[in-house]
């Protein structure tokens, strides 16, 4: 099941810093790939991953052409990821700090 589209934009918005325009701009990018790259699989998805050619008495059946550009989406995507600067998330372990005694300093 799909992750709904605001809901991905939502996630994205709270792990990023909302004053750098450049990582909001990374997210209306991201969120624009990945409505991309759900309309091309839901076509891929329609006409099959396969297309026959029919030219004069000659027919080529190949690969839908349309897979690549998924693929080239699916990479743009991917780059974009490791782009983003999230902001530091607390764990468990760095959570509650003062919980450190001055004996815990070397």
Not at 24 to 41: A, H
Not at 49 to 63: G, H, L, P, R
């Amino acid at each position: 099941m799909a992750v709904s589209i605001p809901k991905l934009k939502k996630h994205l918005m709270n792990l990023i810093d909302t004053d750098n325009l450049t990582e909001v701009d990374k997210v209306e990018r991201y969120i624009d790939l990945v409505q991309s790259f759900r309309k091309i699989s839901k076509t891929i998805s329609d006409e099959g991953e396969t297309v026959t050619t029919i030219n004069a008495s000659q027919s080529f059946t190949k690969a839908h052409p349309l897979i690549t550009e998924r693929s080239k989406v699916n990479a743009s995507l991917i780059a974009l990821e490791k782009a983003f600067q999230f902001k530091p998330q607390p764990t468990a372990n760095n959570a509650n700090t003062s919980t450190y005694k001055e004996s815990d300093l070397v």
